[in-house]
């Protein structure tokens, strides 16, 4: 083994730590290898190895070493592969996937036909089924703990036999043990096949390549090493127990330094960092560098005016924390305080939203920054519009599914046609939603088999073109058929590249994870994974299986984003380590985020995981806490902390880090409260309008919207002035009842309706479905002479209101058809529609004499109000009227839903008193009003009589007279203000993009 020096360089804080890892690397015999967490970690120690050549103790320029090359863990073990002579080639993530689900199935077929012994508790549970599915979110979670015990030196024969002695031995009478020690036979065994089929690969993993590495030397050797990062236990990307025992073993190596912060060290490090390399060296950072380690200035710790004691800020969500940064740095340079950006920092420890947000508060505000880190693959939206082309797999090319993916940019038309317009599209969707249509190739081939001649095709020959050319996926075919016939579909349909840059705008500069467009990217990625399965293990898969492993390849790529501006550093907390700074603001402090969170172990509890050598939660705790107080002192200037009071709406609760704070021991700085006003947006809105600042486009909009009419204008609140006197419909009055501007929207405007986009019928189709069946029913009943449905015939009612249903629902879609025939002839729990009806009138004694079914009640109608009468024109249309044998009749009007409130209802009691006018005379005779009613299918009760048992019915004649014509006037006198008799009504109103909903409660 090659003799080596293995030294433990301890440093009081990050200031210092900086500061030593730049020294050893200028003060190295051999070019050094820099050992890093992130690639983030890597650009920041960039930064600061340029900045630290300009430093008066610096070696001189020609006697400075080059930048020494600087890797992650997995970069480590790239770099040490392609320097080992004749090592076989590295399997990659898609070729390892295939190896571990191939595995993983061997396994399961072992449990299942008995080779491998689950124990008989296992087979008897499982019932005669396999004991075990290999489903790939397992999968991945079982190899996920091969890593972690593979580099934790730990064997798999050994891993079973800890668990079976910590169980007490390999057989148990007890369920749960005999459980647990089948499954550790099933997990130990599909590892063991995995490391088989690895070998017979003819490629190497980390695992093996690591073996390789202890045995044969480097054709380059590499002799110096400095580690910058600690263990897995003390932070996210640590080194494992095998990675210190390779640099501990491995050929060539002649000196490995770690640097470490004495926090980190006191939180267990240090102990543990002793049992992994026995004989360290130790040495203190002074101690090495003597003058030359220049002493740490101490940050000062900004803290809120109040609460006076509290060490942190609270803001309202993510976005004001950003927001908050921007005012500090505007508030300063309004105080010609001098802040180089590049010398500010703003810490998370998650990217997201914060990467997204950067543009709408540093960037609105003028403020440049920089980025770094890793944003997902899924979001570039042709990734989200590749989403689409899953969808429409998973749904049968669903209405909805399909005109989005018509709609989506990223594909180019069938053929070269021309794209279908955007009003062709709306017609489509309509035309597709009329028809009923629900998915499935043959029911849009129907659909074009009727479609009519001079009609805009495109986009139905669009849709066609698509559905005919997702159907080769449908069928259950090996994985790599699938993945290649969905790659092909991609590569004739993704429309010219937009450039990566395009994808996110001018100023960015994107690296995918190899050079190359997004389409290059997602062709490849789908072209491997195909590979990999070809390769090593082809699964049958069904449509389902192929749109699940699409979306899991794309979720688990990243690609790298920095913006090359200049200015604010936005970066994580481990990059922030390798970074100088003057000004730091640590963003984000919630529960859910600090400390970070490790994944849980699926297959043991804590108190197993410990006997494998797994750390305690506590010990972890203690290291971030230790990472947290690093970072608080890191700055050389001011440092402040925030959380957030809502995170994507929700409460979020503060950081139990936060409580680590006093042991920083910072000198505190109350903040200044003054605000800054950052944006065009401040300063159009925040107090008097400052038109100075804004751009010659802004300045056009803002003088433009001077100009208008004052928002205090009462044609701003609804009122318009006198209108020409119109004949309304009672149901357009309901509607001013419910909400005037609605009713403006609707009836004066004509405004159409903003309509949920449904597969079904939305209410009012529905409404308008139920009373055509009542209304051929009663036809019907009338046809074949039934009369007054009574006890003795009402058997007979039933079977042809039966008979009605059926026929109407013969033209819905299946779903909606059943629900409709549920609705209005009952369940085994409950009575429909058409049952209230029929009983309401076999329970009543008197006899119909005949039956005005849709019946218009239009004209004048003679209204008292108080003591004067007054005469309304009025337009309207009773659902029924039943003249009875001793002269009333009976008024019925059906609803959906539930009954109208009687102190605002205006249909029923109107049109009794039009009909009282407009009956007399038939028949012979006059007719009065015998009783009103709702039939309603919502509510506790189907009928309901518009006026109680015992009540005053010619009150509430009365009130709604006067309710009416008080309607009738305010809309002659043009007053419509977005004022609902129910904000709730605000939720589901089909006005809403048009309504100034905000105006609601000020008039
Ligand atoms: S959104 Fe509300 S206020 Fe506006 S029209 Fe609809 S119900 Fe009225």
């Given at each position: 083994m090659t003799p080596r020096r293995t030294r433990l360089v301890r440093v009081a804080d990050l200031q210092q730590f900086r500061h030593a890892i730049i020294w050893l690397c200028e003060h190295a015999p051999q070019p050094t290898v820099v050992l890093v967490p992130t690639s983030a970690a890597r650009s920041q120690f960039e930064r600061t190895w340029q900045a630290a050549a300009s430093r008066s103790d610096a070696p001189a320029p020609l006697a400075r070493p080059p930048v020494p090359t600087v890797v992650t863990r997995d970069e480590l073990y790239e770099l040490l592969h392609r320097r080992l002579p004749n090592a076989p080639p590295r399997l990659g993530p898609f070729e390892r996937r295939a190896l571990t689900l191939a595995a993983a199935a061997r396994a399961a077929a072992s449990a299942a036909d008995g080779t491998l012994d689950t124990g008989d508790r296992a087979r008897s549970d499982a019932g005669g089924r396999p004991p075990f599915t290999a489903r790939p979110g397992l999968v991945a979670e079982m190899f996920r703990f091969y890593d972690e015990l593979r580099r934790q030196s730990r064997r798999i024969d050994r891993f079973q036999e800890l668990i079976e002695e910590a169980l007490g031995g390999a057989r148990s009478t007890d369920s749960g043990i005999d459980r647990t020690l089948a499954q550790t036979r099933l997990l130990a065994e599909a590892f063991r096949e995995y490391e088989r089929r690895v070998v017979a690969s003819g490629r190497c993993d980390e695992h093996s390549l690591r073996e390789r590495l202890l045995e044969t030397p480097l054709a380059v050797p590499l002799s110096d090493v400095l580690v910058t990062v600690a263990d897995w236990i003390a932070e996210p990307d640590g080194l494992f127990v095998s990675d210190f025992d390779l640099l501990a073993r491995?050929?060539?190596?002649?000196r490995v330094d770690m640097v470490c912060t004495e926090h980190l060290l006191g939180s267990g490090f240090h102990q543990r960092l002793h049992d992994w390399w026995p004989g360290l060296e130790e040495v203190e950072a002074g101690a090495l560098m003597g003058a030359r380690l220049s002493p740490s200035r101490r940050p000062l710790l900004e803290t809120p005016a109040d609460p006076p004691d509290r060490l942190w800020f609270t803001l309202r969500d993510r976005q004001e924390e950003l927001t908050a940064v921007a005012q500090l740095i505007k508030a300063a340079r309004r105080h010609a305080e001098v802040i180089p950006l590049d010398r500010v920092a703003i810490v998370f420890k998650k990217p997201l939203p914060y990467l997204y947000l950067a543009d709408v508060t540093l960037g609105a505000s003028g403020i440049p920054y920089t980025a770094y880190d890793r944003r997902p693959l899924a979001s570039w939206p042709m990734v989200g519009a590749i989403d689409l082309v899953l969808e429409a797999l998973e749904t049968n090319c669903a209405r909805a599914g399909l005109v989005a993916l018509l709609r989506t940019p990223h594909f180019v038309p069938w053929n070269g046609a021309e794209r279908p317009a955007r009003p062709s599209l709306r017609a489509f969707d309509t035309t597709l939603r009329s028809a009923g249509y629900l998915g499935d190739r043959q029911a849009l081939e129907a659909i074009e088999r009727n479609w009519q001649a001079p009609r805009d095709r495109r986009a139905l020959d669009e849709a066609l073109a698509w559905v005919r050319a997702l159907e080769p996926l449908t069928e259950s075919l090996p994985a790599s058929v699938l993945l290649h016939r969905l790659r092909e579909l991609l590569a004739a349909r993704l429309a010219p590249d937009p450039s990566a840059a395009a994808e996110t705008g001018p100023d960015a500069s994107i690296e995918p994870l190899q050079t190359g467009s997004a389409s290059d990217t997602v062709l490849r990625l789908l072209a491997e994974l195909a590979d990999a399965h070809a390769a090593h293990d082809d699964p049958v898969w069904t449509p389902a299986d192929l749109t699940a492993a699409v979306r899991a390849l794309f979720e688990g790529q990243t690609f790298s984003e920095a913006r090359q501006r200049g200015g604010v550093q936005l970066l994580d907390d481990r990059a922030a380590r390798y970074g100088d700074f003057d000004d730091l603001t640590i963003v984000g402090l919630t529960d859910a985020d600090w400390p970070e969170r490790q994944p849980r172990n699926v297959f043991y509890p804590t108190g197993l995981l410990k006997a494998l050598g797994w750390p305690l939660e506590h010990t972890r705790r203690s290291a971030a806490d230790a990472r947290f107080l690093d970072l608080l002192a890191s700055p050389t200037r001011r440092v402040a902390v925030t959380t957030i009071a809502l995170d994507d709406d929700a409460i979020a609760m503060p950081a139990v880090t936060l409580d680590e704070m006093p042991r920083a021991r910072l000198s505190t700085l109350r903040t200044r409260t003054e605000v800054a006003r950052l944006t065009a947006a401040d300063a159009l809105s925040a107090g008097a309008v400052r038109l100075d600042v804004l751009s010659d486009q802004a300045l056009g909009w803002a003088t433009l919207r001077l100009a208008r009419t004052s928002p205090a204008d009462p044609r701003f609140h609804g009122s318009l002035g006198s209108q020409p006197e119109q004949v309304w419909s009672v149901s357009a009055l309901e509607v001013y009842l419910a909400c005037p501007f609605k009713f403006y929207a609707q009836h004066v405007l004509h405004l159409e309706a903003d309509e949920p986009d449904s597969d079904v019928m939305d209410p009012r189709q529905q409404g308008l479905f139920v009373h055509a069946v009542f209304q051929a029913f009663f036809e019907r009943w009338n046809q074949l002479g039934g009369g007054t449905v009574t006890p003795a015939s009402i058997d007979r009612a039933r079977a042809v209101f039966t008979d009605v249903v059926d026929t109407a629902i013969a033209q819905l879609p299946p779903a909606e058809a059943g629900l409709e025939r549920t609705r209005l002839l009952g369940s085994s729990a409950a009575g429909g529609l058409g049952e209230a009806v029929l009983r309401m009138e076999a329970e009543r004694p008197v006899a119909v004499v005949e039956r005005l079914l849709e019946h218009r009640l239009d004209g004048p109608v003679t209204l008292q109000v108080a003591t004067e009468s007054r005469t309304v024109r009025l337009r309207g249309k009773a659902d029924r009227i039943d003249l009875l044998e001793d002269g009333t009749f009976r008024l019925i009007d059906y609803k959906l839903g539930r009954a109208p409130n009687r102190s605002r209802a205006l249909q029923l009691p109107i049109y009794a008193l039009a009909a009282t006018e407009r009956l007399s005379g038939r028949q012979g005779r006059s007719w009065s009003l015998g009783e009103a009613a709702y039939v309603a299918f919502k509510g506790p009760r189907r009928v309901i009589p518009l006026v109680p048992a015992g009540g005053d019915r010619t009150g509430v004649l009365a009130e709604a007279g006067a309710r009416l014509t008080t309607v009738v006037d305010a809309i002659a006198r043009g007053e419509f203000p977005p004022r609902p008799d129910d904000v709730y009504l605000c939720e589901r109103c089909n006005y809403a993009a048009v309504c100034r909903k905000d105006y609601v409660g000020d008039v």
């Open positions: 491995m050929p060539g190596v002649e």
